[in-house]
């Protein structure tokens, strides 16, 4: 039986069918809620999003571990109208997405990086990498990825200007490399420069995306 939230989220309606942007923000907007609808019943949660929805509802299946680290899995779904939640009960089954994801709101948020300063990668998907350090600093710039399902959390040493041009970064669960191929394609503070994302998950197979490498205020 679905559980609903006695709160509907505050968000705002995309106009669905009108563009694969709109598609894309509430496919993060579906992601966002039900990873809060569960909350902390299930650790290591993961959410993995119907990219069709149905004609009233956005579709998503969240999995993870609970307190007796028993693998399982939850359906949820969102109302596209009113924006209330229902999950329902625990399965036992746990449903992953492979490869690389785009960071959500949340995903930065619960992060919390810690920098002065920033880089990202980007594709059309959204951001897949997101660092932050200090300028002229020792401090190891942070670093935050989605693969998998999972968050990664990464290192690189020399902080912020260290990882301008490209680097390296490991960290509990993986290593990423970011690889500069180009130019840059625009001019301000904060160019994107053409480069490559390489992830190599301990438990899992090396993915790579093209994209655009960002680092500025």
Do not use: H
Request: proline share 6%; aromatic share 6%; glycine share 12%.
């Amino acid at each position: 039986m679905l559980k609903p939230l006695a709160a509907a989220l505050p968000l705002a309606s995309p106009a669905f069918g009108s563009s694969e942007d709109a598609w894309s923000a509430f496919a993060a907007e579906v992601e966002d809620a039900c990873m809060g609808a569960v909350g902390g019943s299930i650790s290591g949660a993961s959410a993995v999003v119907d990219p069709f929805a149905s004609e009233r509802f956005g579709l998503a299946i969240v999995s993870g571990r609970t307190a007796n680290d028993r693998a399982v899995s939850v359906i949820c779904v969102l109302d596209k109208e009113t924006r209330a939640v229902q999950i329902g009960g625990e399965l036992d089954i746990a449903v992953t997405r492979t490869g690389l994801q785009p960071l959500t709101a949340s995903d930065i948020e619960s992060a919390a990086l810690d920098g002065e300063l920033f880089c990202s990668f980007e594709t059309e998907s959204g951001t897949l990498l997101l660092a932050a350090g200090y300028v002229a600093s020792n401090q190891p710039a942070q670093a935050v990825i989605k693969a998998s399902g999972r968050m990664l959390s990464l290192s690189a040493p020399g902080g912020f200007d260290a990882i301008i041009a490209g680097t390296a970064l490991t960290g509990v669960g993986g290593s990423a490399m970011i690889e500069v191929t180009g130019p840059a394609a625009e001019g301000g503070e904060s160019p994107a420069r053409p480069a490559t994302l390489t992830v190599l998950p301990d438990e899992g197979i090396e993915t790579a995306a093209d994209g655009f490498w960002r680092c500025g205020p």
